[in-house]
């Protein structure tokens, strides 16, 4: 199978073709520490471990150039780069550190865009911190995930549990593949977790967290966008016919080079038609 065709992007100087750049706002400057707020409502949470090991190992090679918004009486809110500033505060109270400013006090949601689109550019930030910045932000569809996942007792997490999912790029493929508005990205999400909790319930002890492993979210969450005929019952019991870490062991052992959850939904879709004589009731992937 040939490769995927990569972009040819044009060398050379790019002006001739987007135009003149406009001339950078932000202002560059030094200032004190303990000038510098961090204010974790308007930013994602910090790790605390993270922070410790930077002021215990700070080097000033290291530490990026902090982007932040004027508050006034001197003091400036950090919108990028608060574990470095945290560490900092941490390591030497008195420390000063070059700073960008881009705005004076800008609106929570442009706060947590910048946030956003800076973490889009950099390496390190993981999904879950991407996707905690735009709630922030108010971006909807996200929004719209948390209320379904409130509903359903559940968060998203780095580690897998039984009411953390730490898949947060197969629930945010969930709502957003095939176009779908936040309303309609939230009722697959919806359908997706009560179909699956049909099948596992929280208190199993061999499913009670593999029910929420990624393969098995992403299965099931393309099954259900792509049949608007599906019946949530049946698939439940079709799912229990074998314990959640199965269908991935066992189709891990029959995928290549094919994705594991295209192979656990194959196998859904081929149970859970059968006896089905009319075909409009059919599930396919």
């Given at each position: 199978?040939?490769?995927?065709?990569?972009?040819?992007?044009?060398?050379?100087?790019?002006?001739?073709?987007?135009?003149?750049?406009?001339?950078?706002?932000?202002?560059?400057?030094?200032?004190?520490?303990?000038?510098?707020?961090?204010?974790?409502?308007?930013?994602?949470?910090?790790?605390?471990?993270?922070?410790?090991?930077?002021?215990?190992?700070?080097?000033?090679?290291?530490?990026?150039?902090?982007?932040?918004?004027?508050?006034?009486?001197?003091?400036?809110?950090?919108?990028?780069?608060?574990?470095?500033?945290?560490?900092?505060?941490?390591?030497?109270?008195?420390?000063?550190?070059?700073?960008?400013?881009?705005?004076?006090?800008?609106?929570?949601?442009?706060?947590?865009?910048?946030?956003?689109?800076?973490?889009?550019?950099?390496?390190?930030?993981?999904?879950?911190?991407?996707?905690?910045?735009?709630?922030?932000?108010?971006?909807?569809?996200?929004?719209?995930?948390?209320?379904?996942?409130?509903?359903?007792?559940?968060?998203?997490?780095?580690?897998?549990?039984?009411?953390?999912?730490?898949a947060v790029a197969v629930i945010e493929q969930i709502i957003k593949d095939a176009r779908q508005t936040p309303t309609a990205g939230a009722t697959t999400l919806d359908t997706t977790l009560t179909t699956i909790e049909m099948a596992y319930e929280r208190d199993s002890s061999d499913s009670s967290s593999t029910r929420w492993h990624g393969e098995i979210l992403k299965a099931v969450g393309t099954l259900v966008l792509r049949n608007a005929q599906i019946e949530p019952d049946r698939l439940a019991m079709?799912?229990?016919?074998?314990?959640?870490?199965?269908?991935?062991?066992?189709?891990?052992?029959?995928?290549?080079?094919?994705?594991?959850?295209?192979?656990?939904?194959?196998?859904?879709?081929?149970?859970?038609?059968?006896?089905?004589?009319?075909?409009?009731?059919?599930?396919?992937?």
């Open positions: 199978m040939a490769a995927n065709p990569q972009p040819q992007w044009p060398e050379g100087d790019l002006t001739g073709i987007l135009g003149p750049l406009d001339p950078d706002k932000r202002v560059f400057k030094d200032v004190s520490v303990d000038k510098l707020v961090v204010a974790r409502d308007h930013q994602r949470d910090l790790n605390q471990e993270n922070v410790s090991k930077m002021a215990y190992e700070w080097d000033w090679i290291k530490a990026e150039c902090p982007t932040c918004v004027r508050l006034g009486n001197g003091l400036y809110r950090v919108i990028e780069g608060q574990h470095r500033v945290s560490a900092l505060r941490l390591r030497d109270k008195n420390a000063k550190i070059h700073i960008a400013v881009v705005g004076v006090k800008l609106a929570d949601s442009e706060e947590s865009g910048y946030g956003v689109e800076i973490a889009r550019s950099r390496r390190g930030h993981s999904k879950l911190a991407q996707w905690e910045a735009r709630v922030r932000r108010g971006d909807k569809h996200e929004l719209a995930a948390e209320e379904v996942l409130r509903k359903h007792g559940l968060r998203l997490g780095m580690q897998v549990g039984v009411s953390t999912i730490a079709t799912l229990q016919e074998k314990m959640a870490k199965h269908w991935i062991t066992h189709s891990k052992s029959l995928s290549e080079p094919r994705a594991v959850w295209v192979t656990i939904a194959e196998m859904v879709s081929t149970r859970y038609n059968k006896g089905i004589r009319n075909p409009k009731r059919r599930i396919n992937l």
